[in-house]
């Protein structure tokens, strides 16, 4: 799982499910002129709401920030992992709701004096609702609000960029890793001078253009040099790529796995 992926949205989410879990051991409810030597239940003395909104509501939130920090998140019976997430979150708001409008369910329907001294919300329910709202408002607003899709952790400053065909020191995909072996390096049982097998020499980038390290904001489609219309692959936020070559306003670029894409969208990037 890559926690650089994640967005400040689902830092909202982490936040809001730390709040909903903390004010599951505060009180259910309160109840006038009681005495403090009683000791009322907190949320999880009530088994409706524990799995209604307390359940629900982290279930929901560790979905989503799951699927947005796997590279490929898994679509069980083909659901998409985060909207599953999502609906969960909504679904344990709605029930905090519930639980806040009428927190003695049917006490106050035995009597026409029933009412009087029954219990109102405690803290513990004042609290999880309004996490499991937050929580259900980043959910559905981060795909749409720009804000909320910026990345939760920086990418690190990257080394000085090497020229292109160089080798980075340390591990690819950040700026100043190392590979092992090279151009001109002879491998094991090879004469030196000899060529690594399938070993392909860089095309050497146009006009003055000179390779850098970039990072996206946001998750970005990399299309194919030929101009397919679908991606083949998926650049991260959080994750350093090495720009090879322009192309108007767009970039190609090199993944991690020594694939070469057109990056069309490079607004927003972070150069190294």
């Keep these: 799982m890559n926690i650089r992926s994640l967005t400040r949205g ?27 030597s009683v000791d009322l239940p907190t ?15 982290i279930i929901g939130g560790a979905l989503v920030v799951v699927a947005r920090g796997l590279p490929q998140a898994p679509k069980p019976a083909g659901l998409d992992l985060g909207q599953f997430g999502a609906a969960f979150t909504v679904f344990a708001a709605w029930s905090a709701l519930g639980n806040i409008v009428d927190v003695p369910g049917g006490f106050d329907n035995i009597g026409e004096n ?5 219990p109102t919300p405690g803290i513990g329910m004042i609290l999880a609702f309004v996490a499991t709202l937050l929580m259900a408002a980043a959910a559905l607003a981060t795909p749409l609000v720009p804000a909320l899709k910026g990345a939760l952790l920086p990418a690190p400053r990257p080394a000085a960029p090497q020229p292109y065909g160089g080798q980075p020191q340390g591990g690819y995909g950040y700026p100043g890793a190392q590979q092992p072996g090279g151009y001109g390096q002879p491998q094991p ?47 991260a936020p959080g994750t350093w ?27 927003g990037i972070q150069r190294g």
């Design 10 to 36: 689902d830092g909202v989410v982490i936040g809001a499910a730390v709040l909903l879990f903390i004010a599951s051991f505060l009180d259910l409810y309160s109840i006038d002129n009681v005495p403090d």
């Design 43 to 57: 949320l999880w003395g009530s088994g409706p709401v524990v799995f209604s909104v307390v359940l629900a509501g």
């Design 114 to 118: 029933a009412s009087e001294g029954a």
């Design 189 to 235: 049982g090879q004469p030196y001078g000899g060529q690594p097998q399938q070993a392909q020499a860089p095309q050497p980038p146009a006009g003055d253009f000179s390779p850098f390290w970039f990072a996206v904001p946001v998750p970005r489609p990399l299309f194919a040099e030929d101009g397919s219309p679908t991606p083949i692959a998926e650049l």
């Design 241 to 267: 790529y090495l720009a090879v070559e322009q192309r108007g306003a767009a970039l190609v670029a090199q993944t991690q796995d020594g694939r070469r894409g057109v990056l069309q969208d490079t607004s």
